[in-house]
């Protein structure tokens, strides 16, 4: 489905990326954890289109993305649920929802696409007219994970879904996320949350100081220390 | 202090007058409030398409709505070629001040070389046209601009609100990459918005010619009203943008019937300047 | 001699053999045009020194020009005051009226770029109003020509040429000054970014204040001698957008940067105006004006003047294949640096020699108790530390914990709810961020914010102007040398920030914070986005700024940096200190586990 070969970012201040290459399989749900300013933001916006990479390859379904202007590469089955939610804060709830969907493929399919998401997450079909910025923060989450629904990803990409969201909304959202999985949809999560992100993943990525420093299935990651070191700086 | 019924003709001319501030403040907003360009030239489009409804009227014999269906397009041309400038220059915000104040000038004396500093007046048949409502006089002219200023003041509304491209504009305006991850090609749209707003200037135009007395310089004496206007309507906010047209040309009128007409024009700069010192997160 | 006096000697001289022009006798045609010259330079002039200097791009100097026309004129030809004693009393009217403006504008973060040009636009609109419904004016016109004109030489002419060449010479010679003095580096980095030179200690308020006054006071009397020299004035004319046109397009066509650009731009401008004499040539005379104004924006942002010197620069620098030199071209840098730079940047560049200066005793920084909420959310819940001299001090948590915001209120960027912050003795609370920074506390910022049009030897000389070390202008320079060694930058020192790289960028944030010699120093993530080879270096200077005695308060994600830095560490949740301690103790507390890795790893793990 994504294959991410020896990609480099460097651009502003923002947290470097080097020599990352990364796979995620058609239905697979891939983890990218790694403590904060490591890079993984940076990582998934690149593979959405919004930072040109420096050097190497992105690939979704056998199209080479790096090159595209960035409204071309949601039309490889690609949506970004980005970090901070980055909603349009002056428009409505589902007019957000409705910027998903904008894309031609998509379009045809609104209705259907609204049915769905509102099915997720109820309480959105009761604040569709509200303005998306008056809405609490989980309820933004919602939006933000509707809208990339509504663009029908085959792959989706989540950056700190659960961050600022209080415990049991985070519960929520992972269930969500467990859920959207079992419908086919690959995921790329990035969490800071680390144990939340292992219970959920097939397969997960360490990324570190802007590189891959461990990868493999989330029971052996668990019991490796590394990722303790890396988060805390302390090993048992 | 003076009678009801001056003030009363004070209110209907006000809001008469208010509709076309608001005509001429709806491209401006438009193009400030989502594409981030404060385009001082759009006076000086309006103005233009002023002189050449005159033009096609006294020299071609050409009726005024007739000479509309002819420049609103080439307008929206024009409005076209203007962006496709600013894009190839990355004109931000600020700059676009300063690019379009020089466009303005530029326009003016184009203006003035070929229609010189004299006043020009367009006579038409419909210049005096009114009706009596009461005791206040409602002059058709007046009311037509102001009913074409409320009217497409809320087509673009609706556009903005219920079209895909109305809501991308509307998104992009406020995250462009997150738009753009979803899609959203901006720069075509912005050209669309941009002749779009240049094409308001000429419809704006169209009416200035037949309701003002035609002068170049006129280009630097809307430029305060409007953007009291454009500010207090909010940017990029059609049907604020046609409200406030109302209230101030409202002010205006109600200021010289009570105080003198001199200094009507103290009135829409000190709202200006008040929202601007007071309410700058508005704008 | 140095350069300063050499310009001064220069200008007066140029000036006084102007002067004799007249006694030889110059055709009053020329006295006229020259006049009108003079006019432009010292209109133009005066405008760059808030607008260029500091680019708060006015659109108002018609405003205060008009203020200057018709205080001369109501004096003169109303009151029968001599002439020549309008003239300063034009510039008082002019000042004061800006230094009005200003006092209320520029408290408004929100009125820079744009809107202050609109701003300062509508208020020329206001003041013709004004002018045209009071006896100022009244309406139709005034005319001064019963006002008795002295007679400096023979031809009335000659006597407007004298006046306005002694206007443009005082001009030139005010704004060359103030690009060398403290006011020009802190209205430079004004320019660049507002916040940041508040930060680093620049009195942003006052100096825009005091900057707004010069040029309007200059705009008052040019328009003092203006009414004379018409001896016919009208608000139409006055209050046209004549004269904010023609000074924006002049200063920016020769670079409102440079103290001599608009006085090109006014030349050139005036001299292809005058070409075109009457009628339908003047209309396209203006349009070309226009024309070119469009296309100097487009293409030459920095003007004229700067660009060709930036030409000469780079001819310079291939042939002598030296990195130093060109800050003329970005203003605001006198020359005797240079010399010295060549021969430093050939020394040792790390650990150099030390400071010429000595620092201030060192204090500990107290934060008690400290509240703050932006809307309804609750950054910082009663946050207190302390950080003593000398002493590393960690301060570490999930994003959104509150670090930033603590680092933001500290320096003064917001203020505070509640509690307290004290820097030895001194109360924090409620100074303004330019005193913090006077006081001794300096910081970095996460992402780099350099002033982009200094270079990077004057980046780090604003801190050592403004900040603690309150250094000299000349000092300053040497003293920003010592820290481009300091922080391995000295080859770079004439580099724009644009031209540096990542880590050069977070090395000049660095020395910039030094270069204020402060007692306290907050750094925000100075290792996010380096290599590891770049961390380990910037772990190794982190150990010798503590080594001088300064405090350091250090927000960081690395925790393998952290550990290895930190004395102690601070560890911050949603607000509120939830750990603190030795840094691995901390980091083994239930609750930091807790955070950071979700709630059954504590048990999996302990």
Redesign the interface.
């Known amino acids: 489905m994504l294959e991410v070969r020896e990609l480099s970012i460097a651009y502003g201040g923002a947290p470097a990326v080097w020599d990352v290459s990364l796979d995620v399989g058609a239905g697979e749900l891939v983890a990218v954890i790694g403590p904060n300013g490591a890079g993984k933001s940076t990582l998934v916006n690149t593979i959405a289109g919004l930072h040109r990479p420096r050097a190497g390859v992105i690939r979704c379904a056998g199209v080479e993305l790096g090159a595209l202007p960035s409204h071309r590469v949601c039309r490889h089955g690609i949506a970004l649920v980005p970090e901070g939610r980055r909603l349009f804060t002056r428009m409505t709830v589902e007019e957000n929802l409705e910027i998903g969907c904008y894309r031609d493929e998509a379009r045809a399919e609104r209705a259907a696409g609204l049915e769905r998401v509102y099915g997720l997450f109820p309480i959105l079909r009761e604040r569709r007219r509200q303005l998306a910025g008056s809405l609490s923060g989980g309820q933004q989450q919602m939006v933000a994970i509707g809208r990339a629904m509504m663009a029908r990803p085959r792959l989706l990409l989540l950056d700190e879904p659960s961050l600022g969201l209080a415990p049991a909304v985070v519960d929520a959202m992972f269930a969500i996320i467990r859920a959207i999985h079992d419908e086919g949809v690959a995921i790329l999560l990035v969490e800071q949350n680390v144990i939340r992100a292992l219970d959920i993943a097939n397969r997960a990525y360490v990324l570190e100081e802007g590189r891959i420093v461990a990868g493999g299935a989330p029971d052996a990651l668990r019991r490796e220390s590394r990722i303790r070191e890396a988060y805390l700086g302390v090993a048992n | 202090m003076p009678s009801a019924t001056l003030l009363g003709q004070a209110v209907v001319s006000g809001l008469l007058a208010g509709g076309l501030y608001g005509l001429l403040a709806l491209g401006l907003s438009l193009s400030w409030g989502l594409l981030r360009l404060?385009n001082l030239a759009h006076f000086a489009l309006a103005l233009l398409g002023a002189y050449l409804t005159y033009q096609l009227g006294t020299a071609l014999h050409l009726s005024p709505w007739v000479a509309a269906i002819v420049l609103v397009p080439a307008f929206f041309g024009l409005g076209i070629a203007l962006h496709l400038l600013f894009a190839r220059?990355r004109?931000t915000?600020?700059?676009?001040?300063?690019?379009t104040?020089?466009?303005?000038?530029?326009l003016?004396?184009?203006i003035?070389?070929f229609w010189t500093a004299d006043y020009r007046r367009y006579e038409t048949p419909y210049a005096s046209a009114s009706f009596k409502l009461g005791p206040v006089f409602v002059p058709l002219l007046e009311l037509f601009a102001c009913l074409t200023a409320a009217t497409l003041a809320l087509a673009t509304w609706a556009w903005l609100r219920f079209t895909?491209v109305g809501?991308?504009l509307?998104?992009a305006a406020?995250?462009p990459?997150?738009?753009?991850?979803?899609?959203?090609?901006?720069r075509r749209h912005a050209l669309l918005l941009s002749g779009l707003s240049a094409a308001y200037a000429g419809a704006a135009g169209t009416f200035i010619a037949l309701i003002a007395t035609l002068a170049p310089?006129q280009i630097?004496a809307w430029?305060?009203v409007v953007?009291?206007v454009v500010i207090i309507g909010g940017l990029g906010n059609p049907v604020g943008a046609l409200l406030a047209g109302f209230l101030i040309g409202m002010s205006e009128s109600i200021t010289m019937a009570v105080v003198?007409p001199?200094?009507a024009?103290?009135v829409s700069?000190?709202i200006?300047?008040g929202l601007?010192?007071f309410r700058?997160?508005r704008? | 001699m140095t350069e300063r006096v050499r310009v001064v000697v220069t200008l007066i001289a140029v000036a006084l053999a102007l002067a004799c022009l007249p006694l030889v006798g110059l055709p009053a045609f020329y006295e006229s045009f020259l006049y009108l010259v003079f006019h432009w330079i010292a209109l133009a002039t005066s405008w760059s020194i808030l607008s260029g200097y500091a680019g708060y791009f006015s659109f108002g100097h018609g405003a205060f020009f008009g203020a200057g026309v018709y205080t001369t004129t109501t004096l003169a030809a109303a009151y029968d005051v001599p002439f020549l004693v309008t003239l300063p009393v034009a510039a008082l009217v002019a000042a004061l009226l800006s230094a009005g403006i200003g006092a209320v504008v520029f408290r408004v973060k929100r009125l820079r770029g744009e809107l202050f040009g609109l701003l300062t636009l509508a208020i020329t609109f206001v003041l013709a109003t004004i002018v045209l419904n009071t006896r100022l004016d009244g309406g139709p016109g005034v005319y001064l020509s019963n006002v008795p004109l002295p007679r400096l030489v023979g031809s009335p002419t000659g006597t407007f040429y004298l006046l306005a060449l002694a206007l443009a010479t005082g001009t030139l010679i005010t704004a060359y000054l103030v690009t060398r003095a403290r006011l020009g580096l802190g209205l430079y980095a004004i320019h660049d970014d507002e916040d940041v030179a508040e930060v680093e200690g620049v009195p942003t308020f006052a100096y825009k204040l005091i900057a707004f006054a010069i040029s309007a006071g200059v705009a008052g009397i040019a328009g003092g001698i203006y009414a004379m020299y018409v001896s016919y004035v009208t608000v139409g004319d006055t209050f046209s957008v004549t004269v904010p046109l023609y000074v924006v397009l002049m200063s920016v066509l020769g670079g409102a940067r440079h103290w001599l650009g608009p006085a090109v731009g006014a030349a050139l401008i005036t001299a292809s105006l005058y070409t075109f004499t009457s009628g339908q040539q003047a209309i396209l005379g203006r349009a070309i004006v226009a024309f070119v104004l469009v296309l100097v924006i487009l293409l030459l942002p920095a003007g004229v003047v700067a660009t060709v010197l930036g030409w000469r620069r780079r001819r310079a620098d291939v042939s002598a294949a030296s990195a130093t030199g060109g800050a003329e071209a970005r203003g605001g840098s006198s020359g005797d640096w240079r010399t010295r730079g060549r021969e430093a940047a050939s020394q040792s560049e790390f650990g150099a020699a030390d400071p010429p200066r000595a620092s201030a005793p060192p204090v500990a920084l107290q934060c008690e108790d400290v509240w703050r909420a932006f809307g309804g959310i609750q950054a910082l819940r009663g946050v207190s530390l302390r950080v003593e001299p000398g002493e590393i001090v960690g301060l570490v948590g999930p994003n959104g914990s509150g670090k930033t915001t603590l680092i933001n209120v500290i320096s003064g960027h917001y203020t505070l709810d509640r509690g307290r912050i004290t820097l030895g003795g001194d109360d924090l609370a409620a100074r303004p961020a330019h005193e913090i920074a006077g006081l001794g506390i300096s910081r970095t910022y996460q992402i780099p914010r350099p002033f982009a049009q200094l270079t990077a030897l004057d980046n780090v000389a604003v801190a050592a102007t403004f900040g603690a070390a309150r250094c000299a202008l000349g000092e300053a320079r040497d003293e920003a040398w010592h820290w481009l060694e300091f922080t391995g930058l000295a080859r770079r020192a004439s580099a724009l920030p644009h031209e540096l790289n990542l880590h050069e960028r977070k090395f000049l944030e660095l020395a910039r914070a030094l270069a204020g010699r402060p007692r306290v120093i907050l750094l925000d993530e100075v290792l996010s986005g380096l290599t590891p080879a770049e961390i380990a270096s910037a772990i190794t200077l982190v150990r010798e700024i503590r080594a001088r005695g300064v405090a350091i308060l250090f927000v960081e994600h690395l925790m393998r940096a952290v550990l290895e830095l930190s004395d102690r560490v601070v560890v911050l949740n949603e607000g509120e200190v939830i750990a603190e301690g030795a840094p691995r103790e901390a980091m083994r507390a239930p609750r930091v586990i807790d955070v950071y890795l979700g709630k059954t790893q504590a048990h999996v793990v302990a």
């Open positions: 404060v220059f004109v915000e600020f700059t676009s001040l300063l690019v104040f020089g466009i303005a000038v530029i003016e004396s184009v003035q070389w895909y809501k991308a509307r998104a406020e995250d990459a997150i738009a753009g991850a979803f899609g959203v090609d901006h310089s630097w430029l305060g953007f009291a003198a001199a200094w024009p103290l700069f000190s200006l300047i601007l010192i700058p997160e704008v």
